[in-house]
């Protein structure tokens, strides 16, 4: 089996978020006006932010991405790394308060 690209992967987990009732989020795009590290998609899951970095099964989280995760965790909020559908189905259960 080939291991799919991070934009295989996120087309994937863009589809399971937008068909959930409860989630507004979005992908966000880098450019020159935009800040290094932030988290791929951002969002809501009801009340609870959600970002997570879109990572291939082999990807690494660059020293800018680890540097703005550590900034939302210390204001309070989660960031999760997901690398496969299944990683953001698990991800979406915790945020909603259901871990599996």
């Known amino acids: 089996m ?6 295989s992967i996120t087309r994937k987990i863009m ?10 989020a979005w992908k966000v795009v880098g450019n020159s006006y935009g800040m290094r590290g932030i988290p791929d998609v951002c969002g809501t899951v009801g009340a609870a932010a ?3 970095e879109i ?4 990807g690494q989280v660059s020293p800018s991405q680890q540097i ?3 900034a939302i965790r ?3 909020g989660t960031v999760s ?6 990683d953001a189905e698990d991800a979406l259960r915790a945020l ?4 599996s």
């Open 2 to 7: 080939t291991d799919l690209s991070e934009a």
């Open 15 to 24: 589809g399971l978020l937008h068909r959930q009732p409860d989630v507004f």
């Open 50 to 52: 959600l970002f997570w």
């Open 55 to 58: 990572k291939t099964a082999k």
């Open 68 to 70: 703005v995760h550590e």
């Open 74 to 76: 210390r204001a309070g």
């Open 81 to 86: 790394v997901v690398r496969s559908l299944e």
């Open 96 to 99: 909603r308060g259901n871990p």
